[in-house]
């Protein structure tokens, strides 16, 4: 099929899209928790709401896009977060936010299982390694670029400057009394309302699936769920999201409540947390072709543990920058742990792919663990159940057998 740039760069601004709405609710978390009164139970729980979305629809989506054409899938699925987040922009509060936010990840993931065939299609299969790692690396960009946008939103409309200002002033006009948080979602809405009118007048070429792309039958899926290794790789995808959002969920109310930092420099450790994600997928293409996946695995979630203990219990500025140093070390955990799984299994790999998927779960338990755990024993401590998943992808580098490992094998002169 002749190659479609135009289609490949649409593809990598949906994935700054997706990444630009979901990893928000950290930056906005004591806006949030101010705003509503909130526990620190109830402000994870909103992740939860977005999380267990993904997770419930991975499969089901996958079954859809097999049936349906891209566009039609693309334009509905824009069409369910926009009108999630103006849902919630127009009622900001707490029982509006957990219905709206499932929608929205509803939304964005019907888009996740249609933009990668896509990406593999427009760009031409031989491409497709680096294509994809390109999304890796754009996707953590929308999460570096949210904060900051909030962070001049709310600044601006409690300033003041709202007065000077067409856009502040306008959102301000929207906003009840004192939900300032709400205005990125105004935002949020306008830019998914584009999105639909993109699709509609989008030429979106015919997906036909790989095989290994296809989530397969009920009895593929029963089949796989029969074996431990599945179940021990899928909890490992679990372990990667809970760990990836109970840190970047909880760095914002960590640096303000326990150091007393302003929200701007909250904000940007927040951004700083998803750049050194983006600087970690960077790097780890190169480590990857020097050394076995698994070493990769084992040293970089190391650091990541060492890393949390130095920023919970050093000093504040160590905090300011052990805590976004997290980013880094968490990056190669969702492509190991992925390719791990997939080479470690000879057959069903669509199958095997919507099951791990599934694992983004693990994003919708961690933030309100942390948070019920905070309201018990203070936030330090509940940022310490950080360890058990880390512990647990640690040692998936030393108990992993892959039938295929990601050095090549010398050549046989």
């Known amino acids: 099929m002749k190659k479609n740039y135009l289609m490949v760069f649409l593809v990598m601004i949906i994935f700054v899209v997706i990444s630009f709405v979901t990893n928000i609710i950290g930056p906005m978390g004591p806006d949030v928790k101010n705003a509503l009164s909130l526990s620190d139970q109830e402000l994870g729980s909103m992740a939860t709401a977005l999380f267990l979305a993904y997770a419930l629809m991975s499969i089901p989506s996958g079954i859809l896009v097999d049936r349906f054409s891209p566009k039609l899938m693309m334009a509905l699925a824009f069409v369910a977060s926009a009108g999630g987040a103006a849902w919630l922009a127009i009622k900001p509060s707490y029982t509006v936010a957990l219905p709206a936010l499932f929608i929205i990840g509803v939304g964005f993931a019907m888009l996740q299982v249609v933009i990668n065939p896509l990406l593999r299609i427009s760009g031409g299969e031989e ?24 962070g001049y939103l709310v600044k601006g ?23 300032e948080w709400a205005s990125l979602y105004w935002i949020f809405a306008l830019l998914l309302g584009i999105m639909v009118l993109v699709i509609a007048l989008s030429k979106i070429p015919v997906v036909v699936l790989k095989d290994e792309e296809k989530v397969g039958s009920i009895s593929s899926i029963t089949q796989l769920l029969k074996r431990k290794l599945v179940w021990l790789y899928f909890l490992g995808i679990v372990c990667y999201v ?13 640096l303000t409540r326990i150091h007393g930092f302003e929200d701007s420099v909250a904000d940007n450790a927040v951004s700083g947390f998803w750049l050194a994600m983006l600087i970690g997928c960077a790097i780890s293409l190169i480590l990857l072709r020097l050394f076995d996946s698994r070493r990769i695995l084992t040293v970089f979630f190391s ?23 997290m980013g880094f070390w968490c990056s190669v955990g969702w492509p190991l742990i992925f390719s791990l799984a997939l080479n470690s299994v000879d057959s069903h790999h669509g199958a095997f792919a919507g099951i791990l998927c599934t694992g983004i779960l693990g994003g919708a338990l961690m933030p309100p663990l942390v948070g019920g755990l905070s309201d018990i024993f203070g936030l330090k401590t509940g940022m310490l159940i950080n360890l058990i998943p880390m512990a647990y992808i640690f040692f998936i580098g ?12 010398p050549s046989k002169s």
Not at 242 to 253: H, I, Y
Not at 307 to 314: D, V
Request: charged fraction near 5%; avoid cysteine; hydrophobic fraction near 50%.
């Open 303 to 325: 650091g990541g543990v060492i890393t949390l203990l130095f920023g919970l219990f050093g000093p504040a500025t160590v905090a300011q920058w052990a805590l976004p140093l």
């Open 398 to 409: 030393i108990w992993a057998r892959p039938l295929i490992n990601n050095i090549p094998s």
């Open 242 to 254: 809970a760990t990836e959002q109970g840190v970047s969920v909880w760095l914002k109310p960590f």
């Open 127 to 150: 491409n497709y390694a680096f294509f994809g790692n390109m999304a890796q690396l754009i996707f953590a960009f929308g999460s570096v670029i949210s904060p900051q946008l909030y």
């Open 157 to 179: 409309i409690r300033t003041g400057s709202a007065d000077s200002n067409w856009l502040l002033s306008s959102l301000k006009s929207l906003l009840p009394a004192g939900q």
